[in-house]
């Protein structure tokens, strides 16, 4: 059982150790919350990754702007 606790001018309760790590939620995470059928329900918001690649490391090598590739006739071009 939890119990609505003062904190400043608002009210809160403490989640307990066990149901974050069951939910895999730390300390500093956003969550939703919102009202169900009568029922407080919290919703862990998911966190943007940060990108593990970088755009201009990916085309660091083998990169030449500007270059022109002729592919060749597909359909009934006339140029």
Do not use: A
């Amino acid at each position: 059982m939890l119990t609505i606790t003062k904190w400043g001018n608002s009210q809160g309760i403490r989640i307990p150790k066990k149901y974050l790590e069951e939910l895999g939620l730390k300390v500093g995470e956003k969550v939703d919350i919102k009202i169900e059928d009568g029922k407080i329900v919290i919703i862990p918001l998911k966190q943007r990754r940060k990108p593990k690649l970088d755009i201009n490391k990916l085309f660091k090598e083998d990169y030449e702007e500007n270059k022109e590739f002729e592919w060749g006739k597909v359909g009934k071009e006339i140029w």
